[in-house]
């Protein structure tokens, strides 16, 4: 199958000009350093929270938000102008020109960059496992390696909305111009957003509390970088209504607590990632849809 080349070139394409090594290096440090950090005061962290001793769980609680900011970033950069840079570039043409389709060819950049992302991520979880591995903390492989594998499937959530991008836009800085608003969109604004279209509803609607706060949960995890630190958050608290509440800040959160309690089953695990992985094939979709009817 054609797109399986297109991957493979992307992916070797990557790795001649360094990006693989310059991620890889990146993560290490980003996963290694906090690793390191809360082995070394492992006994410090035990007395702050009462407990006898820590856990690798402490490095997900620590971590989750930090990951939901960057790696999302990251995977912008890689891939923003992986099919509209071809297209700018003038090589589009001489790509369609051999057997590959344009399915092909927004297939092929979701996978080979999707390759370039997650395999520094991994590398960067598997040396922040190995610090674990020589310090006092107890690493608890089971939520350890789901934080891992959660965060690169973020990676690809992304590359798979900025490749989308890329194949609808006509050119680079339109492909840029638009992955940087779906970034700042999502990681600056969609909290407020969700917060005034509730606001609105009950100042102007006789819509019942309970539900308003249920739309604003349904709004919160609509966007993938929430629905990515609600699953990340089911890791360190074991309990889905927490997970969900996590997203709102102290007593607000509290307070949400007690009108989402029995959580609905809309709001279980199963249909948070279920939306979380919906973003792996609508922009792509919609972006090929776009391009496919596009004139080059």
Sequence with gaps: MSW??????????????????????????????PAYFIGRESDVIADQVGAETITSDAFVNLLSSFVAFLIPIVAIVLAYAAVAGERDSGTLKLLLALPHSRRDVVLGKVI????????????????????????????????????ALLSALLGVV????????????????????????????????WASFAEGLVSLLDEYTDVGFGAL?????????????DAYQSLAAILWTGDELGARVA???????????????????????????????????????LGYLIFRDADL
């Design 247 to 285: 997203l709102f800040d102290g007593f607000v959160g509290q307070f949400y607590a007690q009108e989402l309690d029995p959580l609905a089953w809309y709001f279980s695990d199963p249909v948070v990632a279920l939306l979380f992985l919906a973003w792996l094939v609508v922009p792509p979709v």
């Design 213 to 225: 706060v249920e739309l604003q949960l349904a709004t919160r995890l609509l966007n993938p970088v």
């Design 112 to 147: 080979g960059r999707s390759a370039v992302i997650v395999l520094p991520i991994l590398v960067g979880f598997l040396a922040a496992a190995i610090v674990f591995l020589i310090t006092p903390v107890s690493l608890e492989v089971g939520n350890f390696v789901a934080f």
């Design 158 to 189: 992304f590359v798979c909305l900025a490749v989308g991008i890329s194949a609808a836009a006509g050119t680079r800085r339109r492909a840029m111009l638009g992955n940087v608003g779906v970034y700042v969109t999502f990681a600056l604004f």
């Design 4 to 33: 399986q080349a297109i991957a493979r070139k992307d992916f070797a394409d990557s790795i001649r000009s360094w990006w693989v090594l310059a991620l890889s290096a990146l993560f290490v440090v980003v996963f290694v350093v």
